[in-house]
């Protein structure tokens, strides 16, 4: 899926909301990462950066009836069309925030299949650094992304620490095998049929069940008819 330049498209998607933000910090130093290896092999990125907070005027209509508005749908087109992912949220209340995961909750689940992902989390404290392993891999595991092994994470006392730095060195090569390798493009063109959901995709959507059936009034703790 890279363009005619032979230049890889990376989307940003940056759930921080304060300016300056900490999250955004760690996703532009993971895309400049990505950016600097990939110049090393003679190839060029371009990014694309969602700010998720500029699409909060549009998220309710969007977790409500699937209503996208034209902010949303720019970042769909573009996530649809990215040969890499990076995807970062602060931590609020022991997990990722909100606004990260009903972002993702609202698109279509067969969008993000096989494309290549990294993960990353920011906190005032390293107690909550297994978020990115425990919450959000867990939900990029659903929409069947091919996320990287390495985890990123960095909390206040870490962005004096040359681990991050190595880390983040490390998920770069990482991401920029996947998209080098072609993965999403065999697991799609190979056998998509056996990667979509059966439901909320192009296979369906939950608007489709019928609500009335037998299973569904015992599901909610009524009787069959």
């Known amino acids: 899926m890279t363009n005619a330049q032979g230049a890889y498209r990376v989307v940003v998607v940056n759930a921080g909301i304060s300016d300056p933000s900490s999250t955004k910090l760690l996703a532009d130093r993971i895309e400049r990462g990505v950016s600097k290896l ?5 190839r060029d990125v371009v990014s694309t950066h969602i700010d998720l ?13 699937q209503s996208f508005g034209p902010q949303f749908e720019r970042a769909i087109a573009a996530l649809r069309d990215a040969d890499g992912i990076i995807a970062a949220a602060p931590v609020y209340k022991a997990g990722p925030s909100g606004l990260f995961t009903s972002f993702f909750q609202t698109l279509d689940n067969d969008l993000l299949i096989a494309k290549p992902v990294v993960l990353a989390a920011t906190a005032g404290t390293a107690r909550h650094a297994l978020v990115v392993d425990e919450q959000m891999r867990s939900m990029f595991a659903y929409l069947r992304t091919m996320t990287v092994p390495t985890s990123l994470f960095a909390s206040t006392e870490d962005w004096q620490d040359a681990g991050l730095g190595s880390r983040i060195e490390r998920a770069s090569v990482e991401l920029l095998a996947l998209m080098e390798a072609g993965v999403e493009q065999t697991i799609r063109g190979d ?27 015992m599901a909610a703790g009524g009787g069959a008819a």
Request: aromatic fraction near 4%; hydrophobic fraction near 40%; charged fraction near 20%.
């Open 53 to 65: 907070r500029m699409l909060l005027p549009e998220l309710p209509a969007a977790l409500g009836s």
């Open 38 to 42: 990939a110049a090393t092999r003679g």
């Open 191 to 217: 056998n998509w049929g056996g990667y979509q959901h059966e439901l909320g995709s192009a296979g369906g959507t939950e608007l489709g069940i019928e609500l009335n059936s037998d299973l569904m009034r």
